[in-house]
């Protein structure tokens, strides 16, 4: 190979590495600049993607599945509300560690004796919910206080005591109903419901 051969050669392989490194960062700049940057400009040219709300968190979501069962069943719509607040938070998928599930929380022997195919479905959990508290309602002359409490602790324990148990857990509970109950007519401004009032004669409502 000739001198002006070899010159030729080197020449295109000099333009050859100038062309390789003018595609990486020059000495003392960080190598991951042109990353951060691409992926900088990426994230702000994405629109973030709204977190979508977990189905029944908030009980707009069942008004009227709720209204229709305490109409079918006679029964308080806002002590409904707040047993299902109190329950599961309105989350139809919630379940307990024994094994209680659905939007009402019922253990699966109870809902499958009133008719429920799937506990997670909210119609038939709060149909159910609204039946077995009407039957606890039956129970205890109408009393929601003695009912509510038969529907946390067992009618036999409400039975037993003549009352609310002494149960730290169930005097909590019909106490948070009972207090979301009514935090549900002030906002809505509704009146005590007629067939409330034929339900029960303990209004307003007390742990007795």
Request: net charge negative; hydrophobic share 35%; no cysteine.
């Amino acid at each position: 190979m000739s001198v002006a051969a070899v010159q030729t050669r080197v020449s295109q392989l000099e333009g050859m590495i100038a062309a390789a490194n003018s595609g990486f960062a020059s000495p003392g700049t960080s190598s991951t600049t042109g990353f951060n940057a691409q992926l900088t400009q990426a994230q702000g040219s994405t629109t973030p993607t709204a977190s979508v709300a977990s189905l029944g968190t908030g009980d707009s979501a069942y008004s009227d599945l709720i209204q229709a069962a305490a109409g079918k069943y006679g029964i308080d719509a806002d002590v409904l509300k707040g047993l299902i607040k109190q329950e599961s938070g309105f989350n139809p998928n919630a379940g307990s560690s024994a094994g209680a599930q659905g939007l009402t929380q019922l253990m699966p022997a109870t809902a499958a004796s009133l008719g429920v195919t799937d506990v997670h479905d909210p119609a038939q959990s709060i149909d159910a919910g609204a039946h077995y508290l009407r039957m606890q309602l039956d129970r205890f002359g109408g009393d929601y206080t003695k009912a509510l409490a038969a529907y946390n602790a067992g009618p036999g324990a409400v039975q037993r005591f003549g009352g609310v148990p002494p149960y730290a857990e169930t005097r909590n509970y019909v106490s948070k109903v009972l207090g979301y109950a009514e935090e549900f007519r002030q906002q809505s401004g509704a009146q005590q419901p007629p067939q409330a009032a034929t339900a029960t004669s303990t209004l307003p409502y007390s742990i007795t």
